[in-house]
């Protein structure tokens, strides 16, 4: 079975400055894709940026990017100048390739952005 | 678009007593999925479904029930409610590719926060 750790509970990071958040995911599948959503909380799942695991190039989407390593099955999220609307609960989120579209999710990491 | 609309957004239930929480979208989407999230966690998959009149079991199932008779709505029915059910409970929906195969993004609806007494 496949699953997701992410083993920061919470990270700090001050406005304007850049942050890393890491998971690692367990597979033994070779078509899958990955996702980083946010949770403000107003509690909606907001998607952030995804994967697919065939592509090597690191998706990027404005101020978040992610470091996408295969074979040690790791997906960072890293935040560039971080703003106070970044503060939020972050999930990271594995699902196959398949038809049948089940993400599993991590337990989250609470970002709290300083002003 | 609306996209993905739940109700109620807050409900208490006394352990034993039923609920419907129902879960509209309007994006056309095939598939539409029901989750759970606890404290400190993240979501579990409690139902899914890739079209009207065909659901399946996903990772939390036990004590809900759903159905799917059109693609816009997918209501999870709650039967003898337990204190274990306190909850926020997500509908997500999600649209396959036009070739069949993986589905793209999942969107989601704003939850429901339901607590069992």
């Known amino acids: 079975a496949q699953t997701v750790t992410q083993s920061q509970p919470e990270m700090s990071v001050q406005e304007a400055e850049t942050v890393t958040l890491s998971c690692t995911y367990d597979?033994?599948?070779?078509?899958?894709?990955l996702f980083w959503y946010k949770q403000p909380p107003s509690r909606q799942m907001i998607l952030v940026i995804r994967?697919?695991?065939?592509?090597?190039q690191n998706a990027t989407e404005n101020r978040f990017s992610v470091n996408f390593q295969k074979a040690a099955k790791s997906f960072s999220l890293k935040i560039s100048d971080s703003q106070l609307g970044d503060a939020a609960m972050y999930f990271c989120?594995?699902?196959?390739?398949?038809?049948?579209?089940?993400?599993?999710f991590g337990t989250g990491t609470l970002l709290a952005v300083q002003p | 678009n609306a996209g993905v609309t739940q109700t109620p957004k807050f409900r208490i239930l006394k352990i034993g007593q039923s609920m419907t929480l129902q879960c509209t979208q309007d994006m056309n989407h095939n598939y539409m999925y029901w989750y759970r999230q606890d404290p400190g966690m993240g979501l579990k998959l409690i139902y899914y479904s890739v079209g009207a009149g065909i659901t399946d079991k996903g990772e939390v199932p036990n004590g809900y029930n759903v159905s799917r008779s059109t693609t816009e709505d997918f209501p999870l029915r709650l039967e003898l409610a337990a204190p274990s059910q306190t909850s926020v409970y997500f509908c997500?929906?999600?649209?396959?590719?036009?070739?069949?195969?993986?589905?793209?993004?999942?969107?989601f609806g704003p939850g429901t926060r339901l607590t069992v007494l």
């Open positions: 997500a929906s999600s649209y396959p590719y036009p070739d069949g195969k993986s589905t793209d993004t999942q969107y």
């Open positions: 989120a594995y699902r196959n390739g398949g038809a049948t579209n089940k993400l599993i």
């Open positions: 994967q697919e695991a065939y592509k090597q």
């Open positions: 597979t033994s599948e070779s078509d899958y894709y």
